[in-house]
């Protein structure tokens, strides 16, 4: 159990210093100069004083080879340092702290959302007796999925904020303007979830133990919900993973059709204005989370599951795969 | 003599008609066969009609609207669907169907390029996981799960931070975020052609890698990555008009289909159709790729 903990500890640190100098790498070939746009503080590139560039790029350390500054930079990572922001000049790291609480909350919320709400329509979509109930509950998780975002949020938008005024259009104040976000950011990450535990949960319901629980006279209920969740759910669980990190992905549209505050907006406004450090600074703080997820996932998964063991000699559970139809695709 | 003569227009007739029955080359039985397989299932029929029509968009913008994109009629501003302008005006008076349809061959064009270069870059990588195995597997493998551990819209944008804005760009950032997956599946499966009878048999015989490779694995193999395809397109669609949506692909006016629902923001109270109804095409568009990926995904189970 516990060399099991330290390699999978040691893989989640590979995983961060590896998306840390892939995403460090990327953002510092830029062919753009940073110092002229740390110069221009974001706004338009003018002309600068040569003079001034030169004291700048010496001040952010631009001047040295770029694997000396990638070796400082990996030090400083060490110690929760991600580098100064080029607009604001203010740590990146505390930037990106600044902005988190509200999208904690936001993406928490989806995700109670997304798991209660993709639950009950994957268990509605196999219940009914009739069918072609079924077959129009199954239809809405590849709905799901094929709507944009941004399109869920406006369309809200539209009918909730302005027909009908009855929540905020714009802003963070309250629980009230939290509705209408949570919804469009958990509308993806539910119909993805829903996907996987409809489709998981027709292969339980054809299980012998199911036909058993049948024979012995157990309703409906009880062999939907008792028997065959418990067992359908387990596979869902690990896509956990990917849809903490997908409604993080998601927080950057949500945020921006919704004008609040949050991480998603600071990823957008340091995209705009070539803000690098802010940027990997976000890259790694998602990293971060879907290591720490997938690992929490990974040690519970025994205990919803006594079949596996964790001193075992197995890959992780690929969460990714799960969306892709592994039965399908893979097989 | 004359018997033959008086043979020969019937054995041609029955020769002619067989023919058209039953094809001879292989290729056209099997586009007859996927036709059938299509026209007998109403929902599949819709999403390929869907597909082909928006690539009908694309190539040949003009022949479904006699309306211009980027100039508009000042009057006609803000106008509800209608008879006239089947998708309404905009706040300039141009004409949102117009402006769709035009706008089909930017997005397509940028998530065309998008799949291209997940696949590409994607298969490749895989398909040298798989092949060579040992370190290189290793290495690669270790790769894709690092991609995968950052949710792809923010590693998108980590490259459009580096690269700048534009189509290409988007496309480049979009492609690079389907890279794990491509590589993902195109591994599994050359992995399983590969200790398969027939490629032993084909080495045994002296066949050289190279040939074996493309005679036999990438024949075998390409069955899953081809429905991947199909699935990936719907997603890209869903990435490229995100990023556009935010701002990053073509610059305005250019009526890619992102930009034209972040358009229609401004309007919402009193202009529902700016945003629904683009909107509404790019849903479509997804579900139509879906839908498509899922029955190629079938028939290669079936086979």
Redesign the interface.
């Known amino acids: 159990m516990t060399r099991y903990l330290l390699r999978r500890v040691g893989q989640g640190i590979?995983?961060l210093w590896?998306?840390f100098t892939?995403?460090f790498f990327?953002?510092y070939?830029?062919?753009?100069d940073p110092a002229a746009l740390i110069a221009s503080g974001g706004g338009e590139v003018s002309q600068v004083d040569p003079a001034q560039l030169a004291a700048l790029r010496a001040e952010y350390g631009l001047d040295r080879p770029l694997l000396v500054q990638y070796g400082d930079a990996l030090l400083a990572a060490l110690t929760g340092d991600l580098g100064t922001s080029y607009v604001s000049g203010a740590s990146a790291t505390s930037m990106v702290a600044q902005a988190l609480p509200e999208t904690l909350k936001l993406t928490g919320a989806a995700l109670v959302l997304a798991v209660v709400g993709g639950t009950a329509v994957a268990v509605a979509s196999v219940f009914p007796r009739a069918r072609f109930l079924r077959q129009a509950l199954s239809a809405l998780p590849?709905?799901g999925?094929?709507?944009?975002?941004?399109?869920v949020g406006?369309?809200l938008?539209?009918w909730f904020?302005?027909?009908v005024p009855v929540f905020p259009?714009i802003g963070n104040e309250g629980a009230v303007s939290l509705v209408l976000p949570t919804i469009t950011l958990a509308v993806p990450a539910g119909a993805q979830l829903a996907q996987i535990l409809s489709r998981s949960l027709r292969g339980t319901l054809g299980e012998p133990y199911v036909e058993t629980a049948w024979a012995k006279g157990a309703s409906r209920t009880r062999v939907h919900l008792a028997h065959a969740l418990r067992n359908a759910a387990i596979p869902a669980f690990t896509v956990l993973g990917?849809m903490v990190?997908?409604l993080?992905?998601?927080a950057?549209?949500t945020e921006?059709?919704f004008s609040r505050v949050g991480l998603g907006r600071l990823?957008?406004q340091?995209?705009?204005q070539?803000?690098?450090p802010v940027?990997?600074a976000?890259?790694v703080l998602?990293?971060l989370v879907?290591?720490v997820v997938?690992l929490v996932v990974d040690l519970v998964y025994p205990l919803l599951d006594p079949r596996i063991q964790l001193r075992a000699e197995r890959r992780s559970p690929?969460?990714?795969?799960a969306t892709?139809?592994p039965d399908?695709?893979?097989? | 003599m004359t018997l033959q003569t008086l043979t020969r227009p019937d054995t041609d007739a029955a020769g002619t008609s067989a023919a058209a029955a039953h094809p001879r080359t292989p290729a056209a039985r099997r586009g007859l066969r996927a036709a059938r397989h299509v026209l007998r299932r109403p929902g599949l029929l819709v999403a390929v009609a869907v597909l082909l029509l928006v690539a009908a968009w694309a190539v040949v913008p003009q022949a479904f609207t006699a309306q211009d994109p980027l100039v508009g009629v000042p009057a006609d501003r803000l106008q509800a669907p209608s008879g006239a302008h089947w998708f309404g005006t905009d706040h300039l008076g141009r004409d949102v169907y117009a402006r769709v349809v035009h706008g089909a061959s930017l997005t397509l064009r940028t998530t065309a390029l998008a799949v291209v270069v997940g696949l590409v870059v994607g298969s490749l990588l895989g398909l040298l996981a798989g092949f060579l195995r040992g370190w290189v597997d290793d290495v690669i493998g270790r790769l894709v799960d690092v991609l995968l551990a950052i949710p792809s819209i923010l590693l998108s944008l980590a490259i459009i931070t580096a690269l700048g804005f534009g189509p290409v760009k988007v496309a480049i950032a979009v492609g690079i975020g389907s890279v794990a997956t491509f590589a993902r599946v195109m591994r599994a499966e050359v992995l399983r052609v590969s200790t398969s009878v027939y490629v032993e048999a084909a080495r045994a015989s002296g066949l050289r890698w190279p040939a074996v490779l493309g005679r036999h694995v990438l024949p075998n193999s390409s069955g899953p990555v081809i429905a991947l395809v199909a699935l990936d397109f719907g997603t890209a669609v869903l990435a490229v008009s995100a990023l556009s949506f935010l701002g990053y692909g073509t610059p305005p006016p250019a009526p890619e289909w992102g930009a034209l629902v972040s358009g229609g923001r401004d309007y919402l109270a009193t202009a529902w159709w700016l945003t629904t109804l683009p909107g509404l095409v790019i849903v479509a568009v997804v579900l139509a790729a879906n839908r498509v990926s899922r029955a190629l995904e079938k028939t290669g189970e079936d086979q």
């Open positions: 590979f995983v590896a998306a892939i995403a990327v953002l070939l830029l062919p753009s590849p709905l999925v094929a709507l944009p975002t941004f399109f406006l369309v938008l539209q904020s302005f027909r259009a990917v990190g997908g993080l992905g998601g950057v549209v921006t059709v990823t957008v340091s995209v705009n070539q803000d690098v940027v990997l976000v890259v998602s990293a879907f290591v997938t690929s969460p990714r795969t892709l139809r399908e695709v893979t097989a």
